[in-house]
């Protein structure tokens, strides 16, 4: 060859950035100068990018990763001061030499789901450079561009959405005026010989490609007017096969081994400086992912594919709909609606618990509407508000194109074998799959069942322990001696604290510090915590523990509540953070100490194993409904034992999901009385959120009952007057429709009507309460028939509720925090229930003045109340007055955040029916499906 060739070499190895060579004719320091103030050029440039999105997003810290499969000092040396000088943040993840491809393919597969790491790079001796091994990484982490999607994107001109791979970069920006002229690249495949030319021909050479070994390989040579070369020259080449004038770039990845023996006419310096163009180029290529990766944690565009529907008539059993219908995969339905494969934990095919940290991302993200769905006081059958949120949102979204989410309570175990049944929505407005819904779902349940009774374990275990050992024995146990060393745990130095002992060594406290440490001197007589099970259960209403010989005599009355009344249920619901909700598990009350003050689970030192039980249910779980749009499920506390409503978390983070115009729809237990009335005192107070519009849930059925029909017993036929037309009956029992609606108005909130409309009611009767409603002041009344119609059966409901979240709302609180225990709840008996006064026991008396003492006077209040009647007495319908609210006695969830009064004989402990559900569940021990679920 005539003239001097240069070796222009990249740090990189293999295909996606390896050493150079450039010009025969230009000097070694022009090339140096013209590499090295290109390289200046686009690393000042790609610093000036990110420290302007850093600006922006001031906790920004992207990170690149680099895996290498060899001893390279020089490249992990290029790439940190590269780094560096830009901003970004290089760590090099060195395998050994001899690794496997299978072991290094899981080490992409852990740097692909780290979200700390927004780029991944590979530096690999070109026999690991594989498919398997560059398709491992994930698109959208490949800054060196070798992916098959990466390499299809770019030979494809899609726009801007592919990265150049460094080498191929370099080589494009050494070479100049390339139209027409013939580029042979010899012994470059792959990736890197894929980008080379596709970019060479997009500026107009034309390419050839071969081996050092072809045939034909002289005349090739001879008409090349650049030759970029893969591997070295072999020897039997002889220079003057190639045209004077010629143009050589070396790629060969040996350039940079430590084997490699460098011809002493070449110069370092040069090869370095002319490294340093490709080096630039991966953090240029970095920093423009950087920016990707900032678009990529804002608020998508849904792209959501709704399922068709095919109603049929008659409407079919709700399990047989639900098995009728193909649900998408849930990592599908989480893509459509704008959540991260890392924001999501999946459960089989059709559930995934979603992280919190989605929050973080979209927390400068605006809210949707608000929108919250009640009731009238219904019959022991329920009047459908679960269906009517899923018709609703099945509207929204599938129907009238607005982003919406559904957040439902997670049904308990016990109405499922019991007597309600599921509670998935019914007919063609369903949670799916419904038997999974209703069935252990993610686990929540038991996690709290698990958490609550392991609190419970504790309380006796301490009490029996404290009452049989000396202060010295029980420290000694306490605070034991581990490998020579006594210490506190974490836990264990708080309550020193709050104990007002300052000390940390276990060796220097007083006999009297070590008594007051180790005693709690629990009194048995006020243990308020009790075992939960999540089964309808009479007989565990009242138990005896502690009668085996081994608990020394320690007896006690006791009971189990259903798991769903429990406290960790309330705060699960409640809680706004998982640092909220292990503050909130260790402020949970047990009991009083002989002093009469309060005994909590930091006490105990059983908050962290609480907080470690419930560390996953904490998560939302992402369903779907038969029409493909999201639901979130999430707690599910009783409304007439506890305050009946489904998790702040996921209503937050559904809020943020659908964006500025979007609509969440939520639902509260049982009648506006209680669940709604919970929801704006208690549950609104918690989260600061701020609904938009209230849907109020009717029946005709309800309706004729709360006018002076017959009773209404679950799984007997209903009478005639139920199934006949009878408008005066209708009438008279919209009084109680018109009570909630004066309710809601107590909140400020417009309300909207859904009658769910049932194939015996008259079109008559649907009329008549529609008119008697916007006469009582909804903004809307509409009949809505999504049970058999699906989604396009509640439009209407749909537009009018649009219209409502539009009007101007003056939401506001029923009473101050600051009243006194006693006179909140009598503003809630009076001014909700309808009673003329309240009369409190002398035990709910004595609770009240010791849970104020204490400091919880200034706690919201969640009435323990019946939800069959307005008033105390279940049999009295319609719209009882003056009549005296009982308060039979007064419970505190200090974890939780509120003072629950018990009115009348409320049990936290339901029992099954004659007939339970459990008669018509079965199993098909060949299909394995689930049958006699409704």
């Excluded at 022009?30 to 999105?53: C, D, F, M, P, V």
């Excluded at 979204?397 to 439902?408: D, G, M, Q, R």
């Excluded at 039980?613 to 779907?624: F, G």
Aim: proline share 5%; net charge neutral.
């Amino acid at each position: 060859m005539r003239g001097e060739v240069l070796r222009l070499c990249f740090p990189m190895r293999l295909c996606l950035s390896l050493p150079f060579a450039a010009a025969p004719y230009r000097a070694l320091s022009g090339w140096q100068a013209a590499s090295g103030q290109a390289a200046r050029k686009i690393t000042e440039n790609a610093r000036k990018s990110l420290a302007s999105l850093k600006r922006e997003h001031p906790r920004l810290e992207p990170m690149l990763a680099i895996i290498q499969a060899h001893n390279a000092p020089l490249v992990q040396e290029m790439n940190k001061n590269f780094a560096e000088e830009v901003g970004l943040r290089v760590i090099n993840v060195c395998l050994p030499e001899d690794s496997s491809k299978d072991e290094i393919v899981n080490e992409i597969l852990r740097l692909n789901e780290d979200p700390n790491v927004q780029g991944l790079a590979l530096d690999l001796p070109e026999s690991l450079c594989s498919s398997k091994i560059l398709n491992a990484v994930k698109p959208e982490k490949d800054v060196d561009g070798l992916s098959d999607i990466n390499l299809g994107r770019l030979v494809r001109g899609e726009d801007s959405d592919y990265f150049v791979s460094p080498t191929a970069g370099a080589v494009m920006e050494l070479l100049e005026d390339l139209d027409g002229k013939t580029v042979l690249l010899v012994g470059i495949n792959g990736a890197l010989g894929s980008s080379l030319q596709c970019l060479l021909q997009r500026r107009g050479a034309i390419t050839a490609s071969c081996l050092w070994k072809s045939p034909g390989l002289q005349s090739k040579l001879h008409h090349a007017d650049v030759v970029v070369a893969g591997s070295p020259k072999p020897d039997s080449v002889p220079k003057s096969w190639l045209k004077p004038g010629t143009t050589i770039i070396n790629c060969s990845p040996d350039l940079l081994s430590e084997k490699h023996s460098y011809d002493q006419k070449n110069s370092n310096t040069t090869e370095n400086a002319v490294c340093s163009l490709a080096v630039a180029m991966r953090m240029q290529n970095m920093v423009k992912n950087t920016e990707r990766w900032i678009q990529s944690q804002q608020l998508r565009k849904w792209d959501l594919h709704c399922l068709k529907l095919q109603p049929l008539s008659p409407v079919p059993s709700d399990i047989e709909i639900s098995r009728a219908q193909s649900p998408k995969a849930v990592d599908v339905l989480a893509k459509e609606i704008g959540l991260l494969t890392d924001e999501i934990e999946i459960y089989g095919q059709t559930k995934a618990k979603v992280r919190l940290s989605l929050l973080e991302r979209l927390k400068d993200q605006p809210d949707g509407k608000y929108v919250l769905v009640a009731g009238i006081t219904p019959t022991p059958l329920g009047e459908g508000k679960s269906t009517v949120t899923i018709g609703l949102v099945q509207a929204l979204t599938a129907h009238l194109k607005i982003n919406s989410f559904a957040c439902l309570r997670q049904p308990s175990q016990g109405p499922t074998f019991g007597v309600k049944g599921g509670a998935a929505g019914g007919g063609y407005a369903q949670v799916i799959p419904m038997e999974e819904f209703n069935l252990h779902l993610t686990g929540d349940i038991h996690a709290i069942t698990a958490a609550n009774n392991l609190l419970a374990a504790a309380i006796d275990a301490r009490i029996l322990h404290e009452s049989t050992q000396s202060d010295k024995a029980l420290y000694n146990r306490l605070v034991p001696v581990v490998k020579g060393v006594r210490g506190f745990s974490s836990i264990q130095l708080a309550r020193l604290r709050r104990l007002g002992i300052n000390k940390t060594d276990p060796e220097t406290l007083t006999e009297e510090e070590i008594s007051r440490f180790v005693r709690l001197d629990i009194d048995p007589s006020t243990i308020t915590w009790q075992r939960v099970v999540d089964t309808n259960d009479r007989f565990l209403r009242k138990i005896t523990v502690g009668q085996a010989n081994t608990e020394k005599g320690f007896v006690r009355q006791a009971q189990f509540d259903i798991a769903v009344a429990s406290e960790i249920m309330a705060i699960l619901a409640l809680t706004t953070s998982l640092k909220d909700m292990k503050e909130r598990l260790g402020k949970i009350v047990v009991a009083n100490d002989k002093k009469g003050e309060p005994v909590t689970a930091e006490d105990l030192g059983v908050t962290g194993a609480l907080a470690v039980l419930m560390k996953d249910a904490i998560k939302p779980t992402l369903m779907q409904t038969l029409e493909g749009t999201p639901v979130f499920v999430h707690a599910g506390p009783f409304a007439n034992i506890a305050h009946g409503n489904s998790s702040i978390l996921a209503d937050k983070i559904a809020l943020k999901l659908v964006g500025e115009k979007g609509f969440v729809v939520t639902e509260a237990g049982f009648g506006a009385d209680i669940g709604m009335e919970k929801f704006f005192n208690i549950k609104c107070r918690a989260s600061g959120l701020v609904p938009s519009v209230v849907v109020l849930v009717a029946t005709v059925r309800a309706l004729k009952m709360h006018g002076g029909g017959p009773s209404v017993s679950a799984g007997a036929p209903l009478k005639k007057e139920y199934t006949e037309e009878n408008l005066q009956l209708v009438a008279d029992g919209c009084c109680n429709l018109q009570k909630q609606i004066q309710i809601t108005q107590l909140f400020g909130v417009p309300v909207v009507v859904a009658l769910n409309v049932f194939k015996t009611d008259s079109p008559a009767e649907v009329d008549l309460v529609c008119e008697i409603a916007k006469q009582s002041g909804a903004f809307d009344a509409v009949p809505c028939s999504h049970w058999s119609d699906g989604g396009r059966g509640a439009v209407k409901l749909a537009q009018a509720v649009e219209k409502a979240a539009n009007q101007k709302s003056s939401f506001k609180y029923l009473y101050s925090l600051e009243l006194p225990i006693a006179e909140k709840i009598k503003v809630i008996a009076q001014k909700v229930y309808g009673a003329k006064d309240i009369e409190l026991s002398p035990a709910a008396q004595s609770q009240i003045d010791r849970y104020t003492r204490q400091g919880f006077g200034k706690l919201p209040i969640c009435m323990a109340k019946t939800h069959l009647s307005l008033s105390h007495q279940p049999e009295r319908k319609g719209v009882p007055t003056g009549f005296i609210l009982p308060i039979s006695d007064v419970r505190a969830s200090i974890g939780a955040g509120f003072i629950y009064p018990l009115v009348g004989t409320m049990s936290t402990m339901p029992g099954l029916p004659t007939r339970p559900c459990f008669y018509d569940i079965d199993l098909d021990p060949i299909t394995e499906e689930v049958k006699g679920l409704f």
